[in-house]
T-cell receptor, first 116, second 116 residues
């Protein structure tokens, strides 16, 4: 009964390949996110979706394409992977309206992507 | 734009002692939410404590408490009776309650070491 689950946990791939990371939440949240955590542990927002609609795209290269088939799922597809894409990618979800009882974001376990 | 600053890249504390992690933020909003997240080596992001800016009372959760100084835009985390399991990265985060802000803004993190 994991709240936010993302797969796979680890991904090792060669430069130039295309890969996807899947995310699902069972919390009934309307808003989902992708964050990137670099080697210095800095967490940076990449995308946020509200009820399947893209709301934020933080100057992410268009090789990264998120897709939300429904409000419980948010997948991330990455084309033509580069060495600099190596990082941990976190999926998260939260209530839409911050004045709801639980205002925090709930995170998946992260996907460690290594591009060789 | 809002920013979150954690000026202590690393802190150490003796087991059973008390340690305070610092966080400052910059915002022009009067209403917002602040959080501390813990990231152990397992890399799971775990909520430690949350604070609503409209509440004057400092939040507490067992051994964890905050010192929220709204005028100074300061939000420090105090860990009492430190345990070996408290060793982790700690991130301060900010969220605006307005419906147009679909993201959590994180500080750069503080690595906490607990010495036996």
């Amino acid at each position: 009964d994991t709240a936010v689950s993302q797969t796979p946990k680890y991904l090792v791939t060669q430069m130039g390949n295309d890969k996807s990371i899947k995310c699902e939440q069972n919390l009934g949240h309307d808003t989902m996110y992708w964050y990137k955590q670099d080697s210095k542990k800095f967490l940076k927002i990449m995308f946020s979706y509200n009820n399947k609609e893209l709301i934020i795209n933080e100057t992410v290269p268009n090789r990264f394409s998120p897709k939300s088939p429904d409000k419980a799922h948010l997948n991330l597809h990455i084309n033509s992977l580069e060495l600099g894409d190596s990082a941990v990618y976190f999926c998260a979800s939260s209530p839409f309206w911050a004045r709801e009882k639980n205002t925090e974001a709930f995170f998946g376990q992260g996907t460690r992507l290594t591009v060789v | 734009a809002q920013t979150v600053t954690q000026s202590q890249p690393e802190m150490s504390v003796q087991e059973a002692e008390t340690v305070t992690l610092s966080c400052t933020y910059d915002t022009s909003e009067s209403d917002y939410y602040l959080f501390w997240y813990k990231q152990p080596p397992s890399r799971q992001m775990i909520l430690v404590i949350r604070q609503e800016a409209y509440k004057q009372q400092n939040a507490t959760e067992n051994r964890f408490s905050v010192n929220f100084q709204k005028a100074a835009k300061s939000f420090s985390l105090k860990i009492s009776d430190s345990q070996l399991g408290d060793a982790a990265m700690y991130f301060c985060a900010y969220r605006s309650p307005t419906s147009g802000t679909y993201k959590y803004i994180f500080g750069t993190g503080t690595r906490l070491k607990v010495l036996a």
